[in-house]
């Protein structure tokens, strides 16, 4: 079997914190090997439940955050920016088993340690489909078009609650409680690290390369933005028009495609982005 781990970093052990995710921080340095423990438990786990190989796609911010002198050795790792799928990238192979969200976290615009949909602050909702969607339900649809199965999430207990909503079945790992956006009761390392492993071993009976998993498009996404001119960029990329001052929206045949106008979008908008006034 072989599994993919997209290992975001928001939803890790011990992290609570903006400075805890923002490469450079002295804050980010102490939380990295925290992150990479989670990532180390959840590959000792499918390795443990009988996989053969483990990728593990770096997720969060520059992609470049994971310890990799420190990662079991068994795996390999897919880390640096510009990547085709950015958060899932490694599925499209066609041969992954199942898939791991390792240390995700609730959408923009509700309730969960630093939630938020890719742009921490200046996208305030999206909805796919006309439901809100966060990361990992927009990721899910990408893996399930490649037949790739999400079997474990880990985060804290409203991201294991938002998987319930895009991976029914999945096992969930909370690492710690939600408090407010910027606090948490935190599990401690070794205790996550046990949980995580075990989660994972358990996950692998999920797992299962599923051609039918395959969801029929077209998927229509909304974006709600902070300030006006970040919908004016927004609305730059083809096939994006803008519905309200706040708001565009864009419709997909696939998954794929769904994706990476996402991506687009983000990008252009991120780019709009002014020090002061957003």
């Not at 997720?59 to 390999?76: C, F, G, I, Q, S």
């Not at 492993?197 to 599923?210: D, I, N, P, V």
Request: negative net charge; glycine residues 8%.
């Amino acid at each position: 079997m072989k599994f993919l781990i997209s290992a975001d970093m928001e939803g890790a052990t011990g992290v609570t914190w903006p400075a805890d995710v923002e490469p450079g921080n002295p804050a980010w340095q102490r939380c990295r090997p925290m992150f990479t423990s989670d990532v180390n438990a959840a590959v000792a786990g499918l390795f443990d439940g009988g996989a053969r190989e483990v990728v593990v796609n770096e997720a969060h911010a520059t992609m470049r955050n994971l310890l990799v002198e420190e990662l079991d050795e068994r795996a390999e790792m897919i880390t640096g920016r510009h990547k085709a799928l950015t958060m899932v990238e490694g599925v499209q192979t066609g041969d992954v088993d199942g898939v791991v969200f390792l240390g995700y976290h609730a959408g923009a615009g509700t309730e969960g340690v630093l939630a938020h949909t890719y742009l921490a602050n200046s996208i305030t909702g999206v909805w796919l489909d006309g439901e809100p969607a966060s990361e990992g339900r927009l990721n899910a649809l990408v893996t399930a078009e490649y037949g790739a199965p999400v079997v474990l999430v880990t985060g804290d207990d409203r991201a294991c609650t938002d998987a319930a909503s895009y991976a029914p079945h999945a096992k969930t790992v909370a690492v710690k409680d939600y408090v407010s956006r910027y606090a948490a009761r935190c599990r401690p390392p070794a205790r996550t690290y046990a949980d995580i492993a075990a989660a994972a071993k358990e996950a692998t009976t999920l797992a299962g390369h599923q051609p039918s998993l395959r969801a029929a498009g077209p998927f229509e996404v909304e974006v709600e933005v902070d300030a006006t001119q970040l919908a004016d960029f927004a609305a730059m990329v083809p096939t994006v028009q803008r519905v309200a001052p706040r708001r565009v929206r864009y419709t997909s045949s696939s998954a794929f495609d769904m994706i990476r106008c996402f991506k687009a979008v983000t990008t252009l908008i991120s780019n709009a982005i002014e020090q002061d006034y957003g």
